[in-house]
C-alpha cells in the first residue's frame, strides 16, 4: 500500500504489550483533542477524543491521557495486535475551531 | 470503509498543468474539508465547506481553489502545479453541526507532479 514516507519518529512493540504514543501540542488555548490513526494506503480513521476539563478518557484497549500542565497528550494502546500497525496522529482543535494535526507516529508490531 | 469517495486515486501530471479532485461526502453529511498530506509538512488543513458554503480556510495556495456544489460534492482544483504539490490530498466530512474532530477521511487523490 502506499505511504505518506515521512522520516517519523517509530515504535516498535511486541504483539500482545502495551504501546504508548506522545504527543506535545503547542496551543495552551487548544480545548479538545484527538487521536487519529492512518494505515498504509487509507485515510486517517478517528480513535477517541478527549475535552480539556478531563485528563483520562477510556475508550476499547485505548486510553488518552491529558496533561495540561505540560501541554502533552499520550495514547496507550492495550495488548498491542498486529491491526494496530500504523501511523498515529494526535490533533488539537483551537479557538478557529480548526483541527491542526501533529507530525505523527510510526507504530510498528512485531509478532 | 468510511463512506468518503475520492476520484482519482492517483493522478500523474506535469508542472503548470490543472488538475481537478472529486469527492463525495458521507450520505447526510453536509461538511467537507480538504487537507493536503505531503513528505514534510505532515496533514495541513487547506479549506472547508459547509453547505455549499466556505466556512474555514487554511494553508490554501492563491493557485489552489475549492467549491461544494449543491448535491454536497466538492472539487478541489489545482492550478500552475509545481513539483512541490506533489502530495496525497484528503478529503473528509461530517455533519458540521456538531462540535466534534471525528472528521470522516476518504482514501486519498495522490498526485504526482513531474
Known amino acids: 500500500g502506499e505511504s505518506v514516507g515521512l522520516h517519523l519518529p517509530t515504535l516498535s512493540v511486541q504483539e500482545g504489550d502495551n504501546s504508548i504514543i506522545n504527543c506535545a501540542y503547542s496551543?495552551?488555548?487548544?480545548?479538545?483533542f484527538i487521536w487519529y490513526k492512518q494505515e498504509s494506503g487509507k485515510g486517517p480513521q478517528f480513535i477517541i477524543d478527549i475535552r480539556s476539563n478531563m485528563d483520562k478518557r477510556q475508550g476499547q484497549r485505548v486510553t488518552v491521557l491529558l496533561n495540561k500542565t505540560v501541554k502533552h497528550l499520550s495514547l496507550q494502546i492495550a495488548a498491542t495486535q498486529p491491526g494496530d500497525s500504523a501511523v498515529y496522529f494526535c490533533?488539537?482543535?483551537?479557538?478557529?475551531?480548526?483541527?491542526?494535526f501533529g507530525k505523527g507516529n510510526q507504530v510498528v508490531v512485531i509478532p | 470503509d468510511s463512506g468518503v469517495t475520492q476520484t482519482p486515486k492517483h493522478l500523474i501530471t506535469a508542472t503548470g498543468q490543472r488538475v481537478t479532485l472529486r469527492c463525495s461526502p458521507r450520505s447526510g453529511d453536509l461538511s467537507v474539508y480538504w487537507y493536503q498530506q505531503s513528505l514534510d509538512q505532515g496533514l495541513q488543513f487547506l479549506i472547508q465547506y459547509y453547505n455549499g458554503e466556505e466556512r474555514a480556510k487554511g494553508n490554501i495556495l492563491e493557485r489552489f481553489s475549492a467549491q461544494q456544489f449543491p448535491d454536497l460534492h466538492s472539487e478541489l482544483n489545482l492550478s500552475s502545479l509545481e513539483l512541490g504539490d506533489s502530495a496525497l490530498y484528503f478529503c473528509a466530512s461530517n455533519s458540521g453541526t456538531v462540535n466534534t474532530g471525528e472528521l470522516f477521511f476518504g482514501e486519498g487523490s495522490r498526485l504526482t507532479v513531474l
Open positions: 490533533a488539537e482543535k483551537g479557538g478557529n475551531n480548526r483541527l491542526a
Open positions: 496551543n495552551s488555548a487548544s480545548d479538545y
